[in-house]
T-cell receptor, first 116, second 112 residues
Framework: DTGVSQNPRHKITKRGQNVTFRCDPI?????LYWYRQTLGQGPEFLTY????????KSRLLSDRFSAERPKGSFSTLEIQRTEQGDSAMYLC??????????????FGQGTRLTVV | AQSVTQPDIHITVSEGASLELRCNYS??????LFWYVQSPGQGLQLLLK??????LVQGIKGFEAEFKRSQSSFNLRKPSVHWSDAAEYFC??????????FGKGTRLHILP
């Protein structure tokens, strides 16, 4: 198992462009999270999935952000009409949640977005 | 609503000294609790977790944490820090049927 994989690792884009990030979770992990982290801050929750179902999206999240997990495996996070304030590290994490049991999240290395 | 508070933004300790990082949470039910560590340029690594049972949990790298329900706390401790422990530490709370959210982190500095 190679862990959680995120692509690309770095993305520089011009303001107003759309960007899409991909996350491949650990094989057979059924839960997938997206977070955003800026310098000196903790990971900020964006959204999470259980299999292909999106269970929650942060109320602070702009409508320009959308995420999918179409087959319950990999996930994509799209940001439309990027703004400079979107510059951050975008983190993906996955876990295997069974019934009422707890499970830790395993993180990828992240995608660093710079909007110029 | 869930929330996690790490009151100390920065902590500095001397190498070999003991360490305690504070974490307080707010959660409606019995939470699952986590401590993660992030070194510069590195991803988040799980140090330890609490789901149920013994309230004192042991983790990797000699760390431990104690869940105190009455104080809504989950403080991280280490008896003797090493220079390699310098990093950012994040406390997190969640549940099997809920998301995991993180505190803002505590940056640990080690004096030689």
């Amino acid at each position: 198992d190679t862990g959680v994989s995120q692509n690309p690792r770095h993305k520089i884009t011009k303001r107003g462009q759309n960007v899409t990030f991909r996350c491949d979770p650990i094989s057979e992990h059924n839960r997938l999270y997206w977070y955003r982290q800026t310098l000196g801050q903790g990971p900020e929750f964006l959204t999470y999935f259980q299999n292909e179902a999106q269970l929650e999206k942060s109320r602070l999240l702009s409508d320009r952000f959308s995420a999918e997990r179409p087959k319950g495996s990999f996930s994509t996070l799209e940001i439309q009409r990027t703004e400079q304030g979107d510059s951050a590290m975008y983190l993906c994490a996955s876990s295997l949640v069974l019934g009422g049991e707890g499970a830790e999240a395993f993180f990828g290395q992240g995608t660093r977005l710079t909007v110029v | 609503a869930q929330s996690v508070t790490q009151p100390d933004i920065h902590i500095t300790v001397s190498e070999g000294a003991s360490l305690e990082l504070r974490c307080n949470y707010s959660y409606g039910a019995t939470p699952y609790l986590f401590w993660y560590v992030q070194s510069p340029g590195q991803g988040l690594q799980l140090l330890l977790k609490y789901f149920s049972g013994d309230t004192l949990v042991q983790g990797i790298k000699g760390f431990e944490a104690e869940f105190k329900r009455s104080q809504s706390s989950f403080n991280l401790r280490k008896p003797s820090v090493h220079w390699s422990d310098a990093a950012e530490y994040f406390c997190a709370v969640g549940a099997w049927d809920d998301k995991i959210i993180f505190g803002k982190g505590t940056r640990l500095h080690i004096l030689p």
